[in-house]
């Protein structure tokens, strides 16, 4: 809407007043809830790099021992071991609420099991391949932690750039705009009170001469 498409009215007037009110008060919350979901994401952020540090630790450690595993007791023996330590993963996923916003997170009953529980035994197969197997589950193990962070993060960055394009339309269009109708209503009325005026002089005038003459 043009600024000639708006009545110059005292209605309309207090009506774009109203609106600037509002807009400015949504736009101190739209800055205080960016504000908070930057500090969340910083945190979370922080959070992920120190995972993914411990994420790449362990993943070095996984391929040296599996590397050696297969070099002391062969890449089948290795494999039979994989294929009998298999199992279902029972993982949950929860959610938490950050300024409205669903933030998800991973929970399992534990990936890292003990030497009877992965379906081998250690004298079978030897230090090397139990030794592996231990690696690769505390791999997967970090896998689970870095990836829920890593998914918040995102969220929080989407959500973030959501309310920065809010922030952007109330200062760069919402507000200009009613603030350039206020000008147009405000200088309409001021000529009209002009007007008024130099009509009541006249008339004023008018019967001021009218009493003389009588």
């Given at each position: 809407?043009?600024?000639?498409?708006?009545?110059?009215?005292?209605?309309?007037?207090?009506?774009?007043?109203?609106?600037?009110?509002?807009?400015?008060?949504?736009?101190?919350?739209?800055?205080?809830?960016?504000?908070?979901?930057?500090?969340?994401?910083?945190?979370?952020?922080?959070?992920?790099?120190?995972?993914?540090?411990?994420?790449?630790?362990?993943?070095?450690?996984?391929?040296?021992?599996?590397?050696?595993?297969?070099?002391?007791?062969?890449?089948?023996?290795?494999?039979?071991?994989?294929?009998?330590?298999?199992?279902?993963?029972?993982?949950?996923?929860?959610?938490?609420?950050?300024?409205?916003?669903?933030?998800?997170?991973?929970?399992?009953?534990?990936?890292?099991?003990?030497?009877?529980?992965?379906?081998?035994?250690?004298?079978?197969?030897?230090?090397?391949?139990?030794?592996?197997?231990e690696k690769a589950?505390?791999?997967?193990?970090?896998?689970f932690a870095c990836?829920?962070?890593?998914?918040?993060?995102?969220?929080?960055?989407?959500?973030?750039?959501?309310?920065?394009?809010?922030?952007?339309?109330?200062?760069?269009?919402?507000?200009?705009?009613?603030?350039?109708?206020?000008?147009?209503?405000?200088?309409?009325?001021?000529?009209?009170?002009?007007?008024d005026r130099f009509?009541?002089?006249?008339?004023?005038?008018?019967?001021?001469?009218?009493?003389?003459?009588?």
């Open positions: 809407m043009s600024t000639e498409d708006v009545k110059p009215t005292r209605m309309n007037l207090l009506a774009r007043r109203a609106q600037i009110k509002l807009a400015s008060d949504g736009l101190g919350v739209l800055r205080g809830k960016r504000e908070a979901l930057l500090k969340e994401l910083i945190t979370r952020a922080r959070r992920l790099r120190e995972l993914q540090q411990e994420l790449h630790q362990r993943g070095r450690e996984s391929a040296a021992s599996l590397a050696m595993a297969r070099a002391v007791r062969g890449t089948p023996e290795v494999c039979s071991v994989g294929l009998a330590g298999q199992r279902d993963l029972r993982i949950s996923v929860s959610y938490e609420k950050v300024w409205g916003i669903q933030l998800g997170a991973i929970t399992h009953d534990g990936i890292v099991r003990l030497i009877e529980q992965r379906g081998i035994g250690g004298l079978d197969y030897g230090a090397h391949i139990t030794y592996a197997a589950e505390e791999l997967l193990q970090q896998l990836a829920p962070v890593e998914g918040q993060i995102q969220t929080l960055g989407e959500e973030i750039r959501k309310v920065s394009r809010r922030i952007n339309a109330i200062e760069e269009h919402l507000l200009p705009r009613l603030r350039s109708e206020i000008q147009a209503i405000t200088r309409v009325l001021d000529e009209r009170e002009r007007e009509r009541l002089k006249r008339v004023k005038g008018k019967k001021a001469k009218a009493r003389k003459k009588g």
